[in-house]
């Protein structure tokens, strides 16, 4: 993977993430104020989802058949990449926002409602009922696709261990202690057919890996795609989309304050 040229695509992703965000923030309060259409408003969402759609494109051309990079990648925090699904966020954390913002105990609520035990909650985006169970529909669906992909992670995880890392782990053992038996001093294996298995075992996890998270970049825009254009109506959208990037860039931003903190501290000798 070219290095230099993922930071660039990134800091260009954040870039457009802080351009999209003063965009929909405008946007917004001309529709609070009545002097946006819905057409506009439309315009401003489906720009929003191109910018996404974009990035996740580019970053894959970059490094195509590999995902190790993406799953932890380097040029974000160490707090950024302990929240990282599959080399972004977790779908339905899209769908937690958008009860956040439509008030506290939202979420609890829908589900009272939509098992027929509770009132119609509106909460503060005024949420309609027949978006209500479109809602909770599509979170029902996320959760169920998000578990599977990291089912198939957790098996991805399990394999490359266990065949034939394992084996090989046993095989160099082996191999050590026939070299030291027969006086060798350092204990080295050479290259050979382990190290061939080796590296088309990480191959082979490479690709696997970038499967998941192409698929997990899929789910992503399927679940933002279906609330901005499907379920919410266009202010909603707007408001959604803008919340969701400014809690993108205020984790960066608090990570990276934090993070940079505390390396001052341990340079000037004191503990973070």
């Known amino acids: 993977m070219d290095m230099e040229r993922s930071v660039a695509c990134y800091r260009q992703w954040i870039a457009g993430q802080e351009a999209g965000l003063a965009e929909l923030v405008a946007a917004s309060a001309n529709a609070a104020a009545g002097r946006a259409t819905d057409a506009e408003l439309r315009a401003v969402v489906a720009r929003c989802m191109l910018g996404y759609q974009d990035y996740v494109a580019g970053r894959r051309a970059l490094s195509p058949g590999d995902g190790t990079a993406f799953v932890a990648p380097p040029w974000c925090t ?14 339905s954390l899209t769908i937690r926002l958008l009860y956040n913002l439509s008030g506290e105990g939202l979420e609890v609520q829908v589900q009272e409602f939509v098992n027929g035990r509770g009132p119609l909650p509106r909460g503060r985006m005024g949420i309609t009922p027949g978006q209500l169970v479109l809602i909770n529909d599509l979170h029902r669906r996320t959760l169920h696709q998000e578990h ?14 266990d ?51 192409a698929e997990a970049d899929e789910l992503r825009m399927e679940t933002a795609r279906a609330m901005a254009t499907e379920i919410l109506t266009p202010r909603q959208a707007v408001e959604m989309l803008a919340a969701a990037k400014q809690l993108h860039l205020s984790v960066r931003d608090w990570s990276r304050r934090t993070e940079g903190a505390g390396t001052q501290q341990r340079l000037n000798g004191r503990a973070p």
Not at 80 to 86: A, D, G, I, Q, T
Not at 148 to 161: F, N, Q
């Open 78 to 91: 160490a707090f950024e990449r302990s929240v990282l699904w599959l080399g972004g966020c977790r779908p």
């Open 163 to 213: 065949s034939p890392l394992f084996p090989i782990v046993r095989q160099r053992a082996a191999a050590t202690a026939v070299q030291l038996a027969a006086g060798g001093c350092d204990g080295a294996v050479g290259p050979g057919g382990v190290d061939a298995e080796v590296d088309a075992a990480l191959s082979s996890y490479r690709a696997g890996l970038a499967q998941l998270v």
């Open 148 to 161: 599977a992909l990291s089912g198939r992670l957790a098996t991805l995880h399990e394999d490359v261990a």
